[in-house]
């Protein structure tokens, strides 16, 4: 069956640390890959997609990286902060073995928090 | 300022009644999507619409029902048939073309009295 994991676990990091969180996948193969934020209590909000044939993207402290030997994405924060406490969401668009709509699908999330 | 509006953002439910949770875009995107958001699950699509008059059921469809009747709106009813309706719900519109960047509503929090 097709499945989307990521850490569970909330993850706790040191402020100005750098925070590495994880997604991993089975049963698909990802036209891209998008990492989002989840405030509490709010939407998700659009940070970073990746496509199949790229390696490496960043947008500021931000970097993701995709390694389709491995199905695996990582989520990068550099230099975190107090405020990049969240939850980050993986989601994927499969290619599809035919024509016809593809949806994205999220993972769970990863709660991060940075202590101060 | 152009962006995804939900309301209300939070509802309560009685036994038996039917409730309709409002989803109102001006990113004039053609697709718009309903997605349920429970405790330690990832978001899971109820319906989904890529184009006025138009629409498809998600992965978790029963219990659910929606109108395109316009682009900017894309309201989701929530039946009587709908079991367990306690959940988190968000309303999306994404990009047009192959990448879908999603954009999401502030969310209705629905709750059974």
């Known amino acids: 069956s097709q499945k989307i994991e990521q850490n569970s676990e909330a993850l706790n990091i040191q402020e100005g640390k750098t925070a590495t969180l994880t997604c991993n996948y089975t049963?698909?193969?990802?036209?891209?890959l998008q990492w989002y934020r989840q405030d509490p209590g709010r939407g998700p909000v659009f940070l970073l997609l990746?496509?199949?044939?790229?390696k490496e993207k960043r947008k500021e402290r931000l970097k993701v990286t995709f390694d389709t030997t491995l199905k695996q994405s990582l989520f990068h924060i550099t230099a975190s902060q107090p405020a990049d406490s969240a939850t980050y969401l993986c989601?994927?668009?499969?290619?599809?073995?035919?024509?016809?709509?593809?949806?994205?699908?999220f993972g769970t999330g990863t709660k991060l928090q940075v202590i101060p | 300022d152009g962006g995804i509006t939900q309301s209300p953002k939070y509802l309560f439910r009685k036994e038996g009644q039917n409730v309709t949770l409002s989803c109102e875009q001006n990113?004039?995107?053609?697709?718009m999507y309903w997605y349920r958001q429970d405790p330690g699950q990832g978001l899971r699509l109820i319906y989904y619409?890529?184009?006025?008059?138009?629409?498809q059921k998600g992965d978790i469809a029963e219990g659910y029902s929606v109108s395109r009747e316009k682009k900017e709106s894309f309201p989701l009813t929530v039946t009587s048939a709908q079991k367990n309706p306690t959940a988190f719900y968000l309303c999306?519109?994404?990009?047009?073309?192959?990448?879908?960047?999603?954009?999401f509503g502030p969310g209705t929090r629905l709750l059974v009295l």
């Open positions: 619409s890529q184009i006025v008059n138009d629409f």
């Open positions: 989601a994927l668009r499969d290619r599809g073995l035919s024509g016809g709509y593809q949806k994205v699908t």
């Open positions: 990746i496509r199949e044939n790229e």
């Open positions: 990113l004039n995107h053609d697709a």
């Open positions: 049963n698909y193969s990802p036209a891209y």
């Open positions: 999306a519109s994404s990009t047009p073309g192959t990448v879908k960047t999603q954009y």
